[in-house]
């Protein structure tokens, strides 16, 4: 199938393009941006007239739920929401039931994923057997196996010497570690931020605390191993200074934030809003402030949904009973621009966080168009919003703290190897 999509703003942070050029797409590849390569025919053209062409985003965390949690949701539908959503590659945590700590397993995910035609799936191993925190897995065959890097998703390893080891042993192979930050035990009985909402709700908090001893911990690991590590979902300002210092330090440390975190806080917990139950929790208002400029400076490397579909049975319970995540797929594009015009950044800038600097963390060639690239474009209307409703998403989780809100930009197809995975016509 050969594409022409014409008339559209190219919006390329990878290569610095921000320009009205055609696309000329071959054999599951870009063959050509601005003048057809000689002898094209196109068998189909895509009028992108007031439309933004950019390459296809690039998700660090998505659960998929599958194995283990198709009541929750399936891989297909996911995979469905992630194409109307634009996003073309996306890496999913290993909390799967079971985990993602055998090679077939992953070899299983990565086939079903392929079979259904959407998105890239990477999987990310997990670090210890079981998530348990006791053993470690078998990384180098769940490397071979799929798994581009290794992690324990929300589950802390306990035991400091089973971590040292895990991080020794990735490092022997230059696998990097993605950790999410949390003290066990300062974290474990908490629901929301260690504040005042808190406080007036009667909730039990979760300090700050929980999340820098952590951090703590990780980075002096880091330091004595020399592994690669990448903190996930960091929540608080004093979390995002310790990740600077120590990479001024010469630490090898990435971090992301969560589209949740970038535009929520602990006020907006409201009256017991189950659908802010998250993982780690909204913080102060001072927190959300830090981590929207570090990300628009750069200090903060990725944005991502950090999507967790949950059934409505996990969520029509008391705030302290309900099970924490949000949809995010399909609210990853629009969060992204929203941010942008509140910080009234660049759209290069802002694109590059859910792009091209993605896919240098995961380590995957994606995130650009260039000539001879695959293929993975997205096509969308900044000028068009919409209201998000539980009916218009795609993903079987239907929660999430934007419901009701108007957000900008709409996704029109998304093209996934060279073929349209998505099209929603204007």
Not at 55 to 70: C, K, N, T, V
Not at 120 to 141: D, Q
Not at 309 to 333: C, M, N, R, S
Not at 413 to 425: C, S
């Amino acid at each position: 199938m050969k594409i022409h999509i014409k008339n559209g703003r190219l919006v390329d942070p990878a290569n610095g393009i921000d320009a009205q050029k055609d696309v000329f797409i071959a054999a599951g590849r870009i063959a050509a941006i601005g003048a057809a390569p000689d002898g094209f025919a196109a068998n189909r053209v895509i009028d992108a007239t007031g439309l933004t062409v950019c390459p296809g985003l690039i998700d660090l965390s998505a659960r998929l739920r599958e194995p283990g949690f198709e009541y929750k949701a399936t891989l297909e539908s996911e995979m469905a929401a992630a194409a109307a959503g634009g996003v073309t590659t996306l890496a999913c945590p290993p909390d799967t039931d079971p985990p993602l700590d055998e090679p077939g397993l992953v070899e299983m995910l990565k086939h079903r994923a392929r079979h259904a035609g959407f998105a890239h799936v990477f999987p990310i191993g997990a670090l210890t057997l079981g998530l348990a925190g006791e053993r470690l897995t078998e990384m180098a065959e769940l490397h071979e196996a799929g798994c581009i890097a290794f992690g324990q998703a929300s589950v802390p390893v306990v035991d400091t010497q089973v971590l040292m080891r895990a991080l020794q042993y990735a490092a022997t192979f230059d696998f990097p570690v993605w950790l999410q930050a949390q003290d066990p035990f300062l974290g474990k009985d908490g629901v929301a931020h260690d504040g005042e909402m808190a406080t007036q709700l009667g909730l039990p908090g979760q300090p700050v605390s929980a999340e820098t001893i952590a951090i703590s911990t990780i980075l002096q690991l880091a330091r004595d191993t020399g592994v690669r590590i990448h903190i996930t979902r960091i929540s608080s300002a004093a979390a995002l200074d310790m990740i600077v210092a120590a990479r001024a330090s010469g630490i090898a440390v990435t971090c992301d934030v969560s589209i949740n975190h970038l535009h929520l806080s602990d006020a907006d917990i409201g009256y017991f809003n189950p659908h802010a139950r998250l993982v780690p929790p909204l913080r102060a208002g001072h927190d959300r402030e830090a981590l929207r400029r570090g990300l628009a400076e750069g200090a903060i490397n990725v944005l991502c949904s950090d999507h967790t579909p949950v059934d409505d049975d996990a969520k029509q319970v008391p705030f302290g009973e309900a099970e924490p995540g949000a949809t995010g797929l399909e609210l990853l594009l629009p969060l992204t621009l929203k941010w942008a015009i509140e910080m009234r950044l660049p759209l290069l800038t802002a694109l590059a966080r859910i792009t091209c600097d993605a896919a240098r963390v995961l380590g995957v060639p994606a995130g650009a168009l260039s000539a001879g690239a695959v293929a993975d474009l997205c096509l969308f209307d900044p000028q068009d919003s919409f209201v998000v409703t539980r009916e218009l998403l795609k993903s079987q989780g239907k929660n999430t703290p934007f419901l009701g809100q108007t957000l900008p930009g709409r996704v029109r197809a998304t093209l996934i190897d060279g073929h349209v995975a998505f099209e929603n016509g204007r």
